[in-house]
């Protein structure tokens, strides 16, 4: 389309080209300068305003045409599998150049995690995921938290507006607690041939938290269940032992406070004395750093899985993971964790 009017023509060949960039095709109709042409007509000597009007309102029209044409195409496009990794959907010359790994490192988090899981692997454990959404009954219900229990409410979960089959919201887990069950389940048959069972689950949880250096609504857990005949807490203590001994480099010494937990029965609190690199002095607060909750499996727990708790006893474990990195490394702040800074991040190398 021509114009006339030489101004109405440069308006048209600046919008023209704007359109070509803009990621919102629509803005261009609002454009200031189509406005500025509209707000020149009244200044105008009357006779030119016909004509200078018809040529704007042209330009308007060709502007909606092209955007309306933009989004038609848009909805014609062929849909892509979102997916599936760029390859498939990204033509070769416009696929994004790797960045050189030497560049990277591994998140604190992840390194804490492999060290850990490490060590158990070594005492004969083998590592199961914990996955980032599950349900109700896996939260709460297989863990012997009865219905409406307020111990339910200690957790601050996050659920979801969908609903699962039994018409209860999922939720993002607030514990690494909600894979006892599967694992129980998956690894009964095993136990019946006279293997215990031996699991760590790592993973992400979630908690609807008041954010501050010390709370976060996203944070880390590892979980340990240990399951076999005669099973005693002796056990528990001998293993928990082991794995800190091994962690902190130093024979240290634990002990167990009493503590609740639905899932557990008896359930404690493991306090171990504070190693060497976390003391900074020789007071009494100073010597005993409460670590993790742990317990033996409550036998309710060991029947919803149908494994008999007459014939089987068992005990588990959940512990922090951020707060152990933060001691260890004098952070300051939980949040920086999710940050994705990398100043905090480089320090790690
Ligand atoms: N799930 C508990 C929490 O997040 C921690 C925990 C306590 C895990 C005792 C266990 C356990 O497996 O036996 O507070």
């Given at each position: 389309m021509s114009y006339q009017n030489p101004k109405v023509a440069e308006v048209a060949d600046v919008l023209k080209r704007r359109f070509a960039e803009?990621?919102?095709?629509?803005d261009i109709l609002k454009a200031v300068e189509l406005k500025a042409l509209y707000a020149e007509i009244p200044t105008l000597p009357p006779e030119q305003r016909a004509s200078f009007g018809k040529e704007i309102n042209s330009l308007k029209q060709e502007l909606q045409e092209l955007v309306a044409k933009h989004q038609e195409q848009a909805e014609a496009l062929p849909p892509i599998?979102?997916?599936?990794?760029f390859d498939v959907n990204t033509p070769i010359d416009k696929r994004p150049k790797l960045l050189p790994t030497e560049h990277g490192s591994k998140h604190p988090l992840t390194t804490e995690i492999e060290r850990i899981t490490d060590i158990f692997y070594r005492m004969g454990f083998e590592v199961v995921e914990s996955r980032e959404i599950d349900d109700e009954y896996h939260m709460f219900t297989a863990l012997n938290?009865?219905?409406?229990?307020?111990?339910?409410?200690?957790?601050d979960t996050f659920m979801t507006v969908q609903k699962d089959k039994n018409d209860h919201p999922l939720v993002a887990p607030a514990?690494?607690?909600?894979m006892q069950h599967r694992v129980l389940k998956a690894y009964k048959e095993r136990l019946e041939k006279g293997e215990p069972i031996a699991i760590v689950t790592p993973d992400r949880v979630f908690r609807n938290e008041d954010l501050d250096a010390t709370h976060e609504h996203t944070f880390h857990q590892i979980e340990g269940i240990y399951v076999d005949k005669g099973v005693h807490a002796g056990m528990l203590i001998a293993t928990l032992k082991t794995y800190l001994n091994e962690y902190f480099g130093e024979n240290l010494e634990v002990k167990l406070q009493p503590f609740y937990f639905p899932?557990?029965?008896?359930s404690f609190e493991l306090a171990v004395e504070r190693p060497a690199i976390l003391r900074?002095?020789?007071s009494e607060e100073q010597k005993w750093l409460e670590l993790l909750g742990c317990g033996m499996i409550h036998p309710n727990v060991l029947k919803m899985a149908g494994i008999d708790p007459e014939v089987y006893t068992g005990f588990a474990w959940g512990q922090g993971i951020e707060r152990m990195v933060m001691m260890k490394n004098g952070i300051?702040?939980?949040?920086h964790f999710q940050s994705g800074k990398l100043e905090f991040l480089r320090q790690f190398v």
């Open positions: 803009l990621e919102n095709k629509a599998d979102v997916t599936a990794p938290f009865p219905a409406g229990h307020p111990a339910r409410d200690d957790y514990h690494t607690s909600t899932f557990t029965e008896p900074k002095d020789d300051e702040d939980i949040r």
